[in-house]
């Protein structure tokens, strides 16, 4: 661990948190059936203290809900950008937390983009982000603290390993189309990729040789996360090396025989959209299925 990743996980010591839970006046989605409230939570992390907001939403009907973690791609995501799954999980019971990240919308601190240079920093922060969420989330009387589900894309698959090996209160987590190579590998292939002057095959072989910086290496993490996984793949995806990622994942299973299950959608390209039918695969259902196999029924 570099002295800048210590330097982020320094707080863990002695965690504090500076926590308001404010009520929303209106319930999500127009119905009476799910209620709503704005959770603002601190991170504490020396150098990179900010406090952040998001939404806490969930079923109103008796008992604890399991809950839905949203974890963002890269850009300036806000507490809506997996919107549009929000209702799929509140019709089946769960509760759902998504927030605005660092440096977005109402959450203060400085958005920074993900390189090669900072991201064994950046990507264990914005972790690090997510673990005072939890911290928060686990202890509300809506929540079943047993049952809590990191859901994220893209550069997600870097963050949520992170946060999966920090936090014994995670217990299952979902990735979709989320990278498993170093961020530095993993921009070298895109820049073939995304680009279409080459194919995904050269740029999987391009990327093989890449001797630049390779930046914040996923592997270390995945190895120490115990929790029961999903990931999803799209074989026609130019932004993240599938074919890569796949065999990381399947290399490390044999080395100790973690509990992930890996999906591909062989024609799918990156956000799961079928490249020859213009639609999008049923990962949704896949993931609702695989949770009502995986999550223990008392939860709802």
């Given at each position: 661990m570099t002295p800048v990743m210590k330097s982020v996980f320094i707080f863990l010591a002695s965690i504090f948190s500076g926590i308001t839970v404010v009520c929303s006046a209106q319930p999500a989605f127009g119905t009476n059936s799910i209620d709503s409230t704005t959770i603002q939570f601190s991170n504490?992390?020396?150098?990179?203290?900010?406090?952040?907001?998001?939404?806490?939403?969930w079923p109103l009907n008796e008992g604890r809900h399991p809950l839905v973690v949203f974890i963002h791609g890269s850009g300036k995501g806000t507490r809506y950008e997996y919107s549009d799954m929000f209702s799929n999980f509140l019709q089946k019971g769960y509760a759902v937390f998504s927030y605005d990240k660092r440096g977005v919308n109402k959450s203060g601190g400085t958005y920074n983009g993900v390189g090669p240079k900072n991201s064994p920093m950046m990507i264990p922060l914005l972790a690090s982000d997510v673990y005072e969420a939890l911290e928060t989330l686990r202890k509300r009387p809506e929540i079943d603290s047993s049952a809590i589900v990191l859901v994220g894309a893209s550069q997600a698959g870097w963050i949520i390993p992170v946060i999966?090996?920090?936090?014994?209160?995670?217990?299952?987590?979902?990735?979709?189309?989320?990278?498993?190579?170093?961020?530095?590998?993993?921009?070298?292939?895109?820049?073939?990729?995304?680009?279409?002057?080459?194919?995904?095959?050269?740029?999987?072989?391009?990327?093989?040789?890449?001797?630049?910086?390779?930046?914040?290496?996923?592997?270390?993490?995945?190895?120490?996360?115990?929790?029961?996984?999903?990931?999803?793949?799209?074989?026609?995806?130019?932004?993240?090396?599938?074919?890569?990622?796949?065999?990381?994942?399947?290399?490390?299973?044999?080395?100790?025989?973690?509990?992930?299950?890996?999906?591909?959608?062989?024609?799918?390209?990156?956000?799961?959209?079928?490249?020859?039918?213009?639609?999008?695969?049923?990962?949704?259902?896949?993931?609702?299925?695989?949770?009502?196999?995986?999550?223990k029924k008392k939860a709802f």
């Open positions: 504490p992390s020396v150098g990179f203290q900010a406090d952040l907001e998001g939404l806490l939403q999966a090996s920090m936090s014994k209160s995670v217990s299952h987590y979902m990735i979709m189309y989320g990278p498993t190579v170093t961020v530095g590998e993993e921009i070298y292939y895109s820049r073939f990729a995304e680009q279409r002057e080459s194919s995904i095959e050269d740029a999987e072989r391009f990327m093989a040789g890449y001797t630049g910086i390779k930046g914040f290496d996923p592997i270390p993490y995945i190895m120490q996360v115990n929790q029961k996984g999903l990931w999803i793949f799209g074989g026609e995806d130019h932004s993240i090396p599938t074919a890569k990622s796949m065999q990381i994942l399947d290399s490390l299973n044999k080395i100790s025989s973690k509990p992930y299950t890996i999906k591909l959608y062989p024609q799918a390209g990156h956000g799961l959209k079928n490249m020859e039918t213009g639609l999008f695969e049923d990962y949704v259902s896949l993931m609702m299925e695989w949770l009502g196999k995986n999550i």
